[in-house]
């Protein structure tokens, strides 16, 4: 049973630019989420994708972008690439069974993006 | 908004010493409470979880955590560490209202030294 998985591992960018990062999830999971790591801190939520549709988001500008597939994949896009955005950029799915039900996610290993 | 607190940024202690990590969050409603630990290189993991019934939860690794309501604590614990237990720790929690995301603490860095 495959985990969650993440590509690329590594990515440097300049600042300025375009990225794309991708995320299968775990076998039977339907729900997408994204978060965004910086050193030394816990995971901060981006935004959540379930049935090929943003349904949460958090405190993210409009340049962090995503989309999800019908297999369940997804991407997340960040645009006009800041120094800020370095961080270890984390995928998590899980299975919604039921609104308002329990919830748990499982991680992928994560996008380490370096900004130059 | 839902808010995690966790008191200590970086804990040592030496092998076979207990652990407490304190855990508060801010919410009213319905929480589902996790336990996350990253290990040095490796992916977030579930240490344990709470969603409902017994407050004194048990996880993987002999941890266990408890769900005081009043108190809007969850703390983790675990009576010996052992030089393997060296990792980041999460707390994090979910609630079931509009928000309906994960919301995680800072974290705190456990060393255990042999």
């Known amino acids: 049973d495959a985990g969650v998985t993440q590509s690329p591992t590594h990515l440097i960018k300049t600042r300025g630019q375009q990225v794309t990062l991708r995320c299968s999830p775990k076998?039977?999971?339907?729900?997408v989420s994204w978060y965004q790591q910086a050193l030394g801190q816990g995971p901060q939520f981006i935004f959540q994708?379930?049935?090929?549709?943003?349904?949460q988001r958090g405190n993210f500008p409009d340049r962090f972008s995503g989309h999800q597939f019908p297999n369940y994949s997804s991407e997340l896009n960040v645009n006009a690439l800041l120094l800020g955005d370095s961080a270890l950029y984390l995928c998590?799915?899980?299975?919604?069974?039921?609104?308002?039900?329990?919830?748990?996610?499982?991680f992928g290993p994560g996008t380490r993006l370096t900004v130059t | 908004a839902q808010s995690v607190s966790q008191h200590n940024h970086h804990v040592i202690l030496s092998e076979a010493a207990s652990l407490e990590l304190g855990c508060n969050y801010s919410y009213g409603g319905t929480v589902n409470l996790f336990w996350y630990v990253q290990y040095p290189g490796q992916h977030l993991q579930l240490l344990l979880k709470?969603?409902?019934?017994?407050?004194l939860v048990k996880g993987i690794k002999g941890f266990e955590a408890e769900f005081i309501k009043s108190k809007f604590s969850f703390n983790l614990r675990k009576p010996s560490v052992q030089w393997s237990d060296t990792a980041e720790y999460f707390c994090a929690v979910f609630s079931s209202g509009s928000a309906r995301q994960l919301t995680f603490g800072s974290g705190t860095q456990l060393t255990v030294l042999p």
């Open positions: 709470y969603f409902s019934g017994d407050p």
């Open positions: 076998s039977g999971h339907d729900t």
């Open positions: 994708y379930y049935e090929e549709e943003e349904r």
């Open positions: 998590a799915s899980s299975l919604e069974v039921l609104t308002g039900g329990p919830h748990e996610q499982y």
